[in-house]
């Protein structure tokens, strides 16, 4: 990296003591309130900050957390990454993560949805990594063929490799804008979002997964060099090995990020099989899939903020004699909007004990009780252990699934296990 201007370098260290005040006071992580002091002192400090990096910038619906910590984790074999791999996905957490580490040449930052197109003309990224794009916070966000479109139109104008799943027909769209592309058959289980051809808006055909294409304009899949099987749970590269992934982090969706992963990471120079080895040393990403013993009860903790979230988090549910805890609040991460709970099907809980808690409790009820799914309602998780203690002394598990703040409660009332 170059020397930064003498005015970024006083921006840098005063976002830093903010960070570290925050945190010494109990407010958070620092991440947001250092980037916003920093960007008062220097408007253009996340250009100055990106200068000489190879960055790689992770962006999609779903799974970006989890994939931003993956790469991380492989490009560690390099040395020290610079990465918001918690989380803080807008530019004042991008100006945090690379405030915090000046010296490293990698580093990789989540990248909210919205904030993609204005992050890539500031970064000036070498990689930009897509996955998916399906409905989520509609009072905060455009609609997501919007975005997509954005997105394409900002990839046009840079000179960035991007690194994409090729079955999401939004992200192969937004991808085959860019002057050079990664292929990844990295899976589709939402499709309510992409029946339509982004192009010229005609119905996609389907007829073999993960194949896609429109008759009307022609736009199909691109050609992938990577791919993963999740029956085998096998992971195809482009020299034709075959490499068993056996990671501990659970799911399709799991296995789907790692593909992107090990891509990315081959393209920084990395082997696929070294970067395996490395990412199977992750059990939990930021809370998500940590299971914490209370009570005599392991409750295992996931995040779902949306309905493809949803299902992939049902797809990953112990069997059905163990009960679920369902929450969800409808604050400014959350996005006030909650009709999107009519998008998913709860149907697949009626064979197991259902509860349902948070702020927006008897919306989610109301949503059960159309699809026919028994609840009982509770306040606190504690609540639902003494509960279930009670009435059955030898349960062993529970399964919780919550919005993002949601989610956020529930783990600092377990003291925010990583």
Known sequence: MSELPLRAQLASVLGRSAASLSRATGRGDGSVIGGRVALKVEPDLLAKLAQGRRLALVSATNGKTT???????????????????????????????????????????????????????????????????????????????????????????????????????????????????TWVSAGQRWKEDSWCCPECGGHLKRDVDPHWECPECGLARPRTTWSVDNESDTLSTPEGQQIKLRLNLPGDANRSNAAIAAATAAAYGIHPERTVERLRDITSVAGRYTSVVTM??????????????????????????????????????????????????????????????????????????????????????????????????DITKVDVIANYTAFQQIRTAYGRVQ
């Open 67 to 181: 994939t931003t910590r993956l790469i991380a984790q492989a490009l560690r074999e390099f040395g020290d990454v610079a990465t918001n791999e918690y989380g803080a996905n807008m530019p004042t957490g991008h100006i945090t993560a690379l405030s915090d580490n000046k010296s490293a040449v990698n580093g990789v930052l989540e990248v909210d949805e919205k904030y993609l197109p204005q992050v890539i003309k500031a970064t000036n990224p070498t990689f930009v990594v897509l996955m998916n794009l399906s409905r989520d916070q509609m009072d905060r966000a455009s609609e997501i063929n919007l975005l997509a479109k954005k997105w394409r139109t900002t990839l046009a104008q840079s000179n960035t490799h991007v690194i994409a799943n090729a079955d999401d027909p939004l992200v192969a769209w937004a991808g085959l804008g860019a002057p050079n592309a």
């Open 296 to 393: 005599g009860v392991e409750v295992r903790l996931l995040l779902a903020k949306n309905p493809a979230g949803w299902l992939e988090s049902f797809a990953v549910l112990d069997p059905p004699r163990v009960p679920v805890i369902l929450a969800v609040n409808a604050q400014v991460p959350d996005g006030k909007d909650t009709s999107w709970l009519w998008d998913v099907d709860y149907r697949v809980l009626r064979d197991r004990r259902v509860f349902v808690m948070g702020e927006r409790r008897t919306d989610l009820a109301l949503r059960l009780e159309t699809d026919e799914v028994p609840f009982e309602v509770a306040d606190r998780v504690d609540e639902v252990l003494a509960k279930l203690k009670t009435e059955r002394p």
